[in-house]
């Protein structure tokens, strides 16, 4: 019998543990709640690092298990040693949803396992239910955003990918008196391909990464060029935002293209987010549209941004940024 | 060196219309192929260009007018390509396509050192396909590929973008890759590609081709299925302020900031 709801605990580069990781365990204790209370437990990889800390999380977090592979070699992240452990697992206490923050990492690692599992995965969801026949209804967007499609599966565990704050965390803490328990695994025995061989850090334009920015200054061509956007670089400083940018600014190459916010860039979904000289295209609001509050400012009244902002203003960047830097810093 | 590219024919999203009962219309809809495709081909050609004994086939599973986008990938340069089409293939979802393309890769291409794939496709969007295909195969994977920076002795060099910068990573070949947009374009098909693309034998492979059984593929062999699709709930668009000054402007924009 499939039982729980298992979730995978990530961390980054130096053991913290990722936000994703607490919206997944808030929406869990909902779904929880529709299956009978179920356990809810997770999957932590370590190599030590902040390991007491990351415990301490997880048991305010509503964890009644945590299962943990502690090991020097699983300090780099590897999708062949986490996926084998990860399937070991499930095969072991046989979770009826298995839940993974839609990460870079966990659009690798999720699809391995479900395929190794033989069992099915929702991309990049945005809502996760339980519906009145007790399976996991996962809703994502499609069609680059113009369909909502909710999917079902018919085998164990339930698998989906969440997009990382979309959902909200726990406003209070659920204390749980957690159980700990170290796995047990060989990893001599899984052959690795593949070798991280140097990590380079990003040198984005602004201190904030883009993916955890509350504030996200963005421009697109009507930014025009370098100076343009060394503008939305001092906004997003005063700010303590980020910056980013339409697929037509990093085409112009005032941009990199690690910052462009769309269908083939980012999905971002900061409290706020101003669009300077963004004319609007689909393929980018698909990728800012979940904001909390969209300010747009472009000379063109009829610019299709203005039917996504909440505050649109006809006008020109090139006149009204340098002044609001100034009230700003003033 | 033997490269496949897998790619697959995508509605242009930029161009939907919705019917009256808020289903998408297809009738009319532009078909191309899905543009990180045009990177994993642009990306196999160019380690043509620069190594010795490059061929690339590329596949696509679909329906047979899917032959468009195989001619349009010899067109750019790949040396010869097929469709993996069968009704029985219907429906299937990410981990049945997988299935699919991983066994008529075997079936038909046999001795394969590197597999490309796009990131995601702009339609399903689900960017699980090549790792689908690469658990199948037993092979290691690679998502998020910006570049492949060399292949030596059977070694690939590749960077990969993560959220928090740039990875370089060595995989032991044979290997999927999934590609994301590049740095550089696509390339554009020359007056001798056309030549190639329209005399290019194109073959058609149907299940009993690629040693599959009827339960592993199509909906029959997927383990999701779609209980719900909807038209996501517009945005109404806010406020639009014509301001008589940029500093009208500022304060408007100081009072959205603090609101
Ligand atoms: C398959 C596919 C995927 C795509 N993926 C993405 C993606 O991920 N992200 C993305 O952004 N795009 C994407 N695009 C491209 C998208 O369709 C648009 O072409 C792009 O977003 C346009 O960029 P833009 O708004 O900067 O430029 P434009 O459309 O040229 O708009 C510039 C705007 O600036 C305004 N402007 C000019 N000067 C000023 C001024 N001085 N002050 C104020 N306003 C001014 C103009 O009125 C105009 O509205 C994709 C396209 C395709 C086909
Ligand atoms: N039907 C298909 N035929 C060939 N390749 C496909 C097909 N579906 C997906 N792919 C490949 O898998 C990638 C990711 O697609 P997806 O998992 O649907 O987002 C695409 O960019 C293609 O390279």
Not at chain 1, 62 to 87: M, P, R
Not at chain 1, 94 to 99: A, G, K, S, V, Y
Not at chain 2, 211 to 233: M, N
Request: proline share 3%; hydrophobic share 40%; charged share 25%.
């Amino acid at each position: 019998m499939a039982k729980g709801i298992l979730i995978y605990a990530q961390t980054d580069r130096n053991g913290i543990l990722q936000n994703v990781v607490l919206e997944l365990a808030k929406t869990a204790q909902d779904l929880s709640q529709k299956l009978d209370n179920c356990e809810i437990n997770a999957i932590l990889f370590t190599d030590g690092t902040n390991l007491e800390e990351n415990k301490n999380i997880l048991s305010k977090n509503g964890f009644n298990k945590v299962y943990i592979a502690n090991s020097l070699k699983l300090k780099q992240y590897s999708t062949e040693y986490y996926s084998k452990i990860t399937v070991d697992l499930i095969k072991n206490i046989t979770p009826e949803i298995f839940l993974i923050g839609a990460t870079t990492q966990g659009r690798e690692l999720a699809p391995v396992v479900a395929t190794t599992l033989n069992t099915g995965l929702t991309a990049d969801c945005t809502k996760l239910d339980i519906n009145e026949k007790g399976q996991l209804a996962s809703t994502r967007p499609t069609f680059g955003g113009n369909l909502m499609a909710t999917i079902l599966c018919k085998n164990y565990p339930q698998m989906a990918t969440v997009r990382p704050k979309v959902l909200k965390k726990a406003e209070n803490e659920i204390i749980k008196n957690t159980e700990f328990i170290e796995l047990d695994f060989d990893l001599s025995t899984i052959e690795k391909h593949v070798e991280l061989v140097e990590f380079i850090e990003n040198k984005q334009l602004a201190d904030v990464r883009i993916d955890e920015a509350e504030i996200i200054v963005a421009g697109g061509k009507g930014m025009k060029n370098q100076q343009g956007f060394e503008l939305l670089q001092e906004l997003a400083q005063v700010l303590g935002g980020s910056v980013g940018a339409s697929r037509g600014a990093v085409d112009m190459k005032l941009a990199d293209s690690s910052i462009q916010v769309g269908q083939t860039g980012k999905t971002v979904v900061p409290k706020i987010y101003i669009a300077c000289g963004i004319s609007g295209a689909i393929q980018h609001t698909v990728g800012m549209s979940g904001s909390d509050k969209i300010i747009a400012i472009n000379k063109d009244k009829n610019a299709p941004i203005f039917k996504v902002a909440d505050v649109g203003i006809v006008g020109d960047v090139f006149e009204i940024l340098p002044k609001l830097i100034n009230k700003l810093k003033g | 060196m033997k490269i496949a590219v897998c790619v697959k024919q995508v509605p242009d999203t930029a161009d939907i219309k919705w019917t009256e009962n808020n289903t998408i219309q297809r009738e009319g809809l532009e078909s191309i192929i899905n543009p990180f495709d045009m990177y994993a081909l642009e990306t196999a050609l160019k380690l043509k260009d620069r190594e010795q004994n490059v061929n690339i086939t590329t596949l696509t599973m679909g329906p047979p007018q899917a032959e468009e986008i195989i001619r349009k990938a010899i067109s750019l340069g790949i040396d010869d390509g097929f469709v993996v089409t069968d009704k029985k293939f219907a429906g299937a979802d990410t981990a049945a396509t997988g299935r699919t393309l991983a066994a008529a890769i075997k079936e038909k291409i046999k001795e394969v050192d590197l597999i490309l794939c796009g990131q995601f496709a702009t339609d399903g969007d689900t960017a699980q396909t090549g790792p689908a295909i690469s658990v199948n195969l037993n092979y290691p994977v690679i998502t998020y590929v910006k570049e492949i920076l060399s292949v030596e002795n059977n070694i690939a060099t590749v960077k990969k973008e993560v959220e928090d910068g740039t990875e370089i990573l060595k995989v032991k070949l044979p290997a999927v890759l999934c590609m994301l947009k590049c740095d550089y374009e696509p390339r554009r098909p020359l007056i001798k590609g056309f030549k190639n693309a329209q005399k290019a034998e194109i073959k058609f492979y149907g299940l009993n081709d690629i040693g599959l059984e009827v339960e592993q593929v199509g909906i029959k062999g997927s383990p999701t299925y779609v209980s719900k699709a909807f038209r996501p709930e517009q945005k109404q668009g806010g406020e639009i302020f014509v301001p008589d000054n940029a500093d009208d402007a500022v304060n408007k924009i100081l009072e959205a900031l603090n609101g």
